[in-house]
């Protein structure tokens, strides 16, 4: 349910319905607009007693009932975009972001110098896996414990912000000690548990649509970060899995205008996932922008013909000025339609 004030109501009226809120079983949640406080009250309304009650406080402007099960990631509850911060950069509500780097971190030499060409270019948040989650047991599942540590050199060298995925509970710790973002993938999108524990570690999170999660699942997951204490959420549209063989996976261009529609948080794309080519990711990340989306999660490497992972897919780093050229007017559009809004 959503408690939307009026305008004249004071704090000790907010305090006094969160109390009662809470009696009824509830969570609040207060968010303080500019002319309105809301209250998102958290809870199964099966269970727990209505809330219709209060529109008799001379103070309630209304009481609406959210439907949906991502209630604190709807608009309802959320009009206004939310912008997320990693690092020192904020993405979202005006402000984007292309997020670019390895597949996988495999070595110093290799992150230092895809990171040097990257910040030629203007990007200021770096990805990298230091943990692989792949297919085939056999394949390489990154560094572990030395990713992370090159990546805090890039961190301390290069000023940069760093978005690394978390494959498993046992390593979000670790992981968090030196990401300024937690990058879950897409075979995890719906991995409650591990959504739980990464909600505990205080830091942003890139949620990566699961391959064959549609919207309403996607944002329920969301919602589990949520409710579990993590209020900076970014989601992230890779690619779904159809029967279409010409790309890695589908883009779904109409995904990110749902999740815009439905949800006040950051959207933003990869296009490298969704293309498994490298000649298809700028027309993919075009598109994506012109969607709406805040940003971009874009693989490069110095050498994608050695990369130990997804070597047809990366960018060449010292290229990388280019893709960036071609996409600085979408850019600009992108940043002065979120500003008009």
């Known amino acids: 349910m959503i408690i939307v004030f009026k305008p004249h109501a004071t704090e000790a009226n907010v305090n006094e319905v969160s109390s009662l809120i809470r009696k009824l079983g509830y969570e609040p949640r207060i968010i303080k607009g500019i002319e309105n406080t809301v209250i998102g009250a958290v809870g199964d309304e099966i ?29 309802e509850y959320h009009q ?24 996988a971190v495999e070595s110093y030499e290799q992150m230092k110098q895809v990171t040097k060409d990257l910040v030629a270019t203007g990007v200021k948040i770096i990805r990298g896996g230091a943990f692989k989650p792949r297919t085939s047991p056999y394949a390489f599942q990154g560094l572990g414990e030395k990713g992370l540590e090159i990546l805090q050199a890039m961190k301390d060298e290069f000023g940069v912000g760093v978005v ?13 000690e030196t990401a300024d973002c937690l990058q879950i993938g897409a075979r995890n999108c719906q991995n ?59 883009l779904d261009i109409g995904a990110v205008a749902v999740a815009k529609q439905e949800s006040h948080f950051p959207v933003v794309v990869d296009p490298s996932h969704a293309a498994g080519k490298v000649s298809l990711v700028l027309p993919l990340a075009k598109a994506a922008l012109a969607a709406g989306a805040d940003g971009l999660l874009v693989e490069s490497h110095p050498e994608p ?11 060449k780093s010292d290229e990388f000025y280019m893709f960036m050229d071609e996409l600085k007017d979408y850019i600009k559009i992108a940043k002065k339609e979120k500003e008009n809004k």
């Open 47 to 75: 269970l727990h007693q209505s809330l219709e009650r209060l529109k008799n406080y001379e103070f309630i402007q209304n009481v609406l009932p959210i439907q949906k099960s991502y209630k604190l990631a709807s608009r």
């Open 80 to 103: 206004e975009n939310t912008a997320v911060k990693i690092g020192r950069e904020l993405i979202g509500a005006g402000h984007v972001q292309v997020i670019a780097g390895p597949c």
């Open 164 to 176: 690394t995925e978390v494959v498993g509970v046992t390593h979000i710790d670790r992981i968090a």
């Open 192 to 250: 409650y548990h591990l959504l739980e524990m990464v909600s505990k570690a205080e830091k942003p999170v890139l949620l990566k649509r699961g391959m064959s999660t549609n919207v309403s699942e996607w944002l329920a997951a969301a919602e589990y970060l949520l409710v579990n204490g993590c209020p900076d959420v970014i989601l992230c549209e890779r690619g779904i899995r159809t029967f279409e063989t010409a790309t890695r996976n589908t």
């Open 305 to 315: 013909v050695n990369a130990c992972s997804d070597a047809a897919q990366q960018i």
